[in-house]
């Protein structure tokens, strides 16, 4: 008991041994000189030193001090009274003092010290194994004989007698050593897996902090962008800002908490792979093969099922999740969308500019009601094409707005006389080339304004003309035209009809001898004053002249310009009838049978110098004939585009596809935007009632059949509307339902090309993430829509 004292009083209170080179602190505490060490030069750099028995604190690194008289006591009993745990099992036939044993031998079931060891007998059946006291075990229970071999079929140590005659006979058998090698080696596969299992996780736990790192990282670099963006708008945006950044707080937060909770999780597993591998590594050691063989439920249960468990439980570093980046940019985009600078987050671009592809439409969609939604009805497109004030004056009715658009054939409606309205405008190559030769037109047409200017009205005309009456009919009409000439006759033969006057207006040839260059014309024109007493006055001659900016317009193409023409009478009044306006204006042989007396018309002309003022200029004279003929708002019709077409964005091109876009079974469309990279952010509306889809997808989907439906293939990813407001997401005919109803009629789509994610988001308050796909995109993607029923429709 004395003995037992006296070791407590030699015992460090670190190392819990009997001291070894004590020393002594300044409080009086002894401890071991390495166990002392330790602590001290852990505790240096926290600014004081603790005994770590009685807790007392110096400033200063404590000096130590040799315990002589403690180190000889303490060497004393150490040699006098060696330690239990060293003592082991003692040998058998140590008699006056324990000696530890090396050996048992199970035959004579007896343990040996080293002296002992050496005389014992050398024979193959005196089996040596680790020192043990438990020797029953080895014995068989029922012939009470030592075990040496395992039964394979029933996985057991038997005697020889059980292999020879008893219930164990007939089956294979090894020896103990055989068994036992092949047990250690499967062991030794499994310790090999678990270590590699235990590494894969140490990485994973490495890889899951760096993440955490780069969530950390991420979510300051938005929240840095987002600060940046706002700062000189902050009154505006001082609650977007709190929202914001709270989204970004609370997803980093999440992220955190799933990435501590996997590490918790890995950090059970390593203690659990530990464990197993110290059990699995202590069985290695045994020399024992009795002892590795009976632990044979506990490695079965526990090791062989240890990569499948592994398996099943595996824990990824996607598991930790990620910054659901589409949620913050939506609910930032909506936060701006009521300020005038809008400011895009992240430099996410919105796909305003979003229109539908029309060669993809299903005909289901093309009619009246929809396509309205698509094209500028009658009434808009009057206004596109011929502007708003010269379209009123234009247009003689609803009805007639139709004929005046391209691809109209039904002029004949508006003149009385088709064959002469038709003769009386030149098709529009014939016009370009004989109307707008440069040097001619520019010097010998009027303009507008110039003329109202330089032409007398018909009162004044009158005063110098031998009738009034006589000018007007002059001006005014080729049947009327006869009462201006000596004689009647012989004007009605220099006049020809209405036909022969439209077709001097139509060939180069014969606009070349009506218009003169600048030479002739002044040549042939004595005075400019004579001229203009015979045509309209201003009122007149702008109509007369069709007011060219007007007339541009009017004239879409050649067919629907007859339509303009009241009839052929106006027409004719307002050409003048060729023949007397070319008489009257460029020829001055011609004009002398016209005029009573050359000589008093001489009179009434201006002076050439005036008459060179009024002339137009290159760039106004071509500018207003070549609008006449130029039919730049032509557009092609849709509705009545083949399925084998294409059309282009802008209505003005088609070409040959070879390839049916257009969806056949089923109403759906495509947009003719498509992404193939980058960040996007778009809206939609939809309604509420009905059925309808929208989503995204490659352009390779297919147009017919149960495949092409938008989500009913692994092309296209789609979220669908039923008419019980419930909401699926849908892809390669996987339907998923979602927990929540219809609730709002906005929606927000984002798309992550590189990342492969695409988000729905319901634009409600608060905004509610719906669904997110996760994918690696390998095509162009486009936005698909599709309605199912006649009150379902969606809007970009």
């Not at 930032?332 to 439409?361: F, K, Q, Y």
Request: hydrophobic content about 35%.
């Amino acid at each position: 008991m004395a003995s037992a004292d006296l070791r407590d009083e030699l015992t460090c209170s670190i190392c819990l041994n009997i001291y070894t080179d004590p020393v002594t602190l300044p409080c009086g505490h002894s401890f071991c000189r390495t166990c002392i060490g330790d602590v001290l030069d852990a505790q240096e750099g926290s600014g004081a030193y603790k005994c770590p028995e009685c807790r007392a604190e110096s400033q200063e690194r404590p000096a130590l001090v040799n315990a002589w008289k403690l180190r000889n006591i303490a060497d004393n009993i150490r040699s006098t009274h060696p330690q239990q745990e060293e003592a082991g099992i003692p040998c058998t036939y140590c008699i006056q003092s324990p000696v530890r044993a090396a050996k048992t031998c199970l035959l004579c079931e007896a343990s040996l010290c080293e002296d002992h060891l050496r005389v014992h007998s050398k024979s193959a059946e005196h089996v040596l194994t680790e020192p043990t006291t438990s020797l029953e075990n080895r014995k068989c229970s029922v012939h009470k004989k030592v075990l040496e071999y395992y039964c394979c079929e029933d996985a057991s140590c038997i005697c020889v007698s059980c292999s020879l005659a008893g219930e164990h006979r007939g089956h294979q058998v090894e020896t103990l050593n055989e068994a036992s090698e092949k047990k250690k080696e499967k062991l030794r596969n499994i310790l090999q897996t678990l270590t590699s299992q235990r590494e894969e996780a140490e990485k994973r736990v490495q890889s899951l902090e760096e993440h955490r790192r780069q969530a950390q990282g991420k979510a300051a670099g938005v929240t840095e962008r987002v600060t940046a963006m706002i700062r000189d708008i902050r009154e505006q945006l001082e609650t977007l800002e709190k929202q914001v950044l709270s989204e970004i707080s609370r997803q980093e937060e999440q992220v955190s908490f799933r990435v501590s909770d996997l590490i918790r999780q890995l950090e059970i597993k390593k203690e659990e792979l530990s464990r197993k591998m110290g059990d699995i590594e202590e069985l290695c050691d045994m020399t024992d093969p009795v002892t590795v063989l009976q632990r044979r439920e506990s490695d079965r249960d526990d090791y062989c099922d240890a990569e499948e468990d592994t398996e099943r439980r595996d824990i990824k570093v996607h598991d930790a999740g990620d910054l659901d980046v589409g949620l913050i940019s939506v609910t930032l985009h909506l936060g701006l969308a009521g300020i005038v600078t809008r400011i895009r987050w992240c430099h996410v671009p919105e796909a305003s500019d979003m229109l539908l592809d029309v060669n993809t439409a299903s005909h289901m969609l093309l009619d009246v009601n929809t396509a309205s939604h698509m094209l500028p009805d009658v009434n808009t497109a009057s206004d596109m094409l011929l502007g708003v004030n010269t379209a009123s004056h234009m247009l003689l009715g609803v009805n007639t707005a139709s004929d005046m658009l391209p691809g109209v054939n039904t002029a004949s409606d508006m003149l009385p006389d088709v064959n002469t309205a038709s003769h009386m405008l030149p098709d529009v190559n014939t016009a370009s080339d004989t109307l707008l030769d440069v040097n001619t037109a520019s010097d010998t047409l009027l303009d507008v304004n110039t003329a109202s200017d330089m032409l007398l009205d018909v009162n004044m005309a009158s005063d110098r003309l031998p009738d009034v009456n006589t000018a007007s009919h002059m001006l005014l009409g080729v049947n009327t035209a006869s009462d201006m000439l000596p004689d009647v006759n012989t004007a009605s033969d220099m006049l020809p009809d209405v036909n022969t006057a439209s077709d001097m207006l139509l060939g180069v040839n014969t606009a070349s001898d009506m218009l003169l260059g600048v030479n002739t014309a002044s040549d042939m024109l004595p005075d400019v004053n004579t001229a203009s007493h015979m045509l309209l006055d201003v009122n007149t001659a702008s109509h007369m002249l069709l007011g060219v900016n007007t007339a541009s317009d009017m004239l879409p193409d050649v067919n629907t310009a007859s339509d303009m023409l009241p009839d052929v009478n106006t027409a004719s009044d307002m050409l003048l009838g060729v023949n007397t306006a070319s008489h009257m204006l460029l020829g001055v042989n011609t004009g002398s049978d016209m005029l009573p007396d050359v000589n008093t018309a001489s009179h009434m002309l201006l002076d050439v110098n005036t008459a060179s003022d009024t002339l137009l200029d290159v760039n106004t004279a071509s500018h207003m004939l070549l609008d006449v003929n130029t039919a730049s708002d032509m557009l092609l019709d849709v509705y009545t585009a083949s399925h084998y077409v294409s059309v282009s964005e802008d209505l003005k091109t088609v070409s040959w596809s070879g390839i049916n876009q257009r969806f056949q079974d089923y109403p759906q469309v495509l947009s003719s935007r498509s992404f193939s990279s980058g960040r996007h952010y778009w809206e939609v509306e939809v309604s509420e009632s009905g059925r309808w889809r929208v989503g995204m997808t490659y352009p390779s989907i297919e147009r017919r059949g149960w495949q092409s439906l938008i989500g009913n293939n692994n092309k296209s990813w789609g979220l669908q509307k039923v008419h019980n407001k419930k909401y699926y997401m849908l892809h390669d005919s996987n339907y998923i339902e979602f927990p929540h109803s219809f609730s709002c009629h906005r929606l927000g789509i984002f798309l992550d090309y590189e990342a492969g994610l695409l988000s729905f988001y319901e634009l409600c308050d608060p905004i509610r993430h719906l669904h997110t796909f996760t994918a690696a995109f390998t095509e162009p993607l486009h936005a698909g829509f599709g309605v199912f029923w006649d009150n379902s429709w969606v809007k970009i």
